[in-house]
């Protein structure tokens, strides 16, 4: 993968992803970079701004941008910044040697940023958080529903068993594996929307859970976070196609 390789080539002390269709604010790494070097924490966060495509966005940068920032753990950080619908590869300048001695890299499917994210705030000992803004995030017509597909939807289940894999070989509280699952319930909750609401996902449903439970032993794929959590476990568990015909009439 182009990330992998770019990692592998890399020779800063940091390094930063983003996607080719988004901006940078102007001069806010010459804000970030300083800092950076002065704390050295294995993760700076970052703030972002959305804009529509074809819109202006500069009206969306903040003019009087101060810097402020909290230092956290990386267990503290992933418990109280890191949403698992907002896992932006393109929200945190790295340190190269805190991802290679850690053996952190993109994994080769779709939501490989859900994984990569969740991983690197797991492992990290140190974060700066910060909502000096950095990003400005591109967003284009069309819903992330419509265009999703079947070869996307197995690929969310690959990302789903590598989270499940990160919780039972990472050393972890109780209250981060807590979390992870809860995350890992959210990004199932959001696949399960679209084979629900996509009449061609909808098709595929059976190739798409025959899937999910040859990567995830049932036994595995349990949620107890509270009794919705219960019941969708219990469901999909053992009734999955009445299940999602429910959710499709809802």
């Not at 390094?15 to 050295?40: H, R």
């Not at 990290?124 to 591109?138: D, M, N, P």
């Not at 990004?187 to 995830?216: M, P, Q």
Request: with cysteine; glycine share 4%.
């Amino acid at each position: 993968m182009a990330r992998n390789a770019g990692l592998a080539a890399a020779q800063g002390r940091y390094v930063y992803f983003m996607d080719p269709d988004d901006l940078l604010v102007e001069n806010a790494l010459s804000v970030l970079l300083p800092k950076l070097l002065y704390n050295s924490p294995d993760i700076l966060m970052a703030g972002y701004c959305r804009f529509s495509d074809g819109e202006d966005y500069s009206s969306h940068i903040r003019v009087d941008q101060h810097y402020s920032e909290h230092i956290k753990t990386g267990e503290q950080a992933f418990l109280e910044d890191l949403s698992p619908y907002e896992c932006y590869i393109w929200m945190m300048l790295i340190r190269r040697d805190f991802l290679l001695s850690n053996n952190i890299f993109f994994k080769p499917f779709w939501y490989e940023d859900t994984l990569f994210c969740q991983e690197c705030f797991i492992k990290a000992k140190s974060v700066v958080r910060t909502k000096f803004q950095l990003y400005v995030y591109r967003l284009r017509e069309g819903s992330f529903t419509s265009s999703m597909n079947l070869n996307k939807m197995v690929d969310l289940n690959s990302c789903l068993s590598a989270l499940i894999d990160l919780k039972d070989t990472v050393p972890m509280p109780k209250t981060v594996k807590r979390k992870l699952m809860d995350n890992v319930f959210s990004s199932f909750s959001y696949g399960i929307w679209c084979i629900s609401h996509n009449a061609t996902i909808y098709e595929e449903r059976k190739k798409i859970v025959s899937d999910l439970k040859a990567k995830i032993p049932p036994s595995q794929f349990m949620f107890y976070g509270n009794v919705k959590h219960l019941f969708v476990s219990f469901m999909f568990r053992y009734l999955p196609y009445i299940y999602l015909a429910l959710r499709k009439r809802c």
